[in-house]
């Protein structure tokens, strides 16, 4: 196990807009922020979604595309820089109108409605390749 301590130097909060991509909405908080590394908390609905699932076996993602209405029960994950950019890793619980839940790596969402807590950490975080599970992982 790696670890460290972190110190954070703010939180925000934010409305994530109306037909925009859910995630990329996350990236531009954290932009504008200047957030190099972070931690958030999210909820609200979306119009479509796509999951993605990490199969361990073959090291790779596999989609599951949504096209409905769905709520956001939990949205939680963390922003570090890969390849040169602030990125949103972003993990989702969705549930449909009939209160079946879905949850994975959240890759797109088109908001309907979405709320976010940021809390910023003072050092940044940079993901770096890991050969054991092919991922791009931080610390």
């Known amino acids: 196990m ?3 301590a972190v110190e954070t130097t703010e939180e925000y909060v934010a409305s994530l807009e109306h037909g925009a991509d859910w995630r990329a909405e996350i990236e531009s908080l954290a932009d504008d922020v200047e957030a ?5 908390t999210a909820l609200g609905a979306v119009q479509d979604a796509e999951l993605w699932f990490y199969d361990q076996e073959e090291c790779e993602y596999y989609p599951i595309e949504f096209d409905e209405p769905l709520e956001v029960a939990s949205c939680v994950g963390n922003v570090s820089w890969l390849d040169d950019e602030r ?3 972003t993990h989702a619980v969705l549930s449909d109108d009939e209160g079946t839940t879905y949850a994975g790596h959240l890759n797109e969402a088109t908001v309907w409605a979405g709320e976010v807590h940021m809390r910023v950490f003072e050092e940044p975080l940079e993901r ?4 054991t599970t092919e991922l791009d992982l931080w610390l």
């Open 2 to 4: 790696n670890y460290r």
């Open 36 to 40: 190099d590394a972070a931690w958030f």
């Open 87 to 89: 990125f949103a890793h």
């Open 128 to 131: 770096e390749y890991d050969e």
